[in-house]
């Protein structure tokens, strides 16, 4: 049974950062990819970020540069550096992963940013 459990969220000042780690079991987590995705109130689900298997990345345009993902395949947890963090940055936060044809999500953690 996949699990997904994200951490780390808080509140924090603009130009500020904050770490958010996501827990994963279930999966083979040096094969399976995993995401990074946010959430606004009103507002579609948008993918920030995504790590391979392989450890391959890729970024959406708007945290280029400020975000990094990362993963630990022996702790099987997956990471969100977060840099330079604007109030546009505020949503919930959603790890993610693809198994056997089927889109598995964690339940968020809240990032706050105030100006």
């Known amino acids: 049974q996949v699990q997904l459990v994200e951490s780390g969220g808080g509140v924090v000042q603009a130009g500020e950062s904050l770490r958010l780690s996501c827990a994963a079991s279930?999966?083979?987590?040096?094969?399976?990819?995993m995401y990074w995705y946010r959430q606004v109130p009103g507002k579609q689900r948008e993918w920030v970020a995504i790590?391979?298997?392989?450890?391959?990345?890729n970024y959406a345009d708007f945290v280029k540069g400020r975000f990094t993902i990362s993963k630990d395949n022996r702790a099987n947890s997956v990471y969100l550096q977060m840099n330079s963090l604007n109030p546009e940055d505020t949503a919930v936060y959603y790890c993610?992963?693809?198994?056997?044809?089927?889109?598995?999500w964690g339940q968020g953690t809240q990032v706050t940013v105030s100006s």
């Open positions: 993610a992963t693809d198994k056997d044809g089927r889109r598995y």
């Open positions: 279930g999966i083979f987590f040096a094969i399976d990819p």
């Open positions: 790590i391979t298997g392989g450890g391959g990345t």
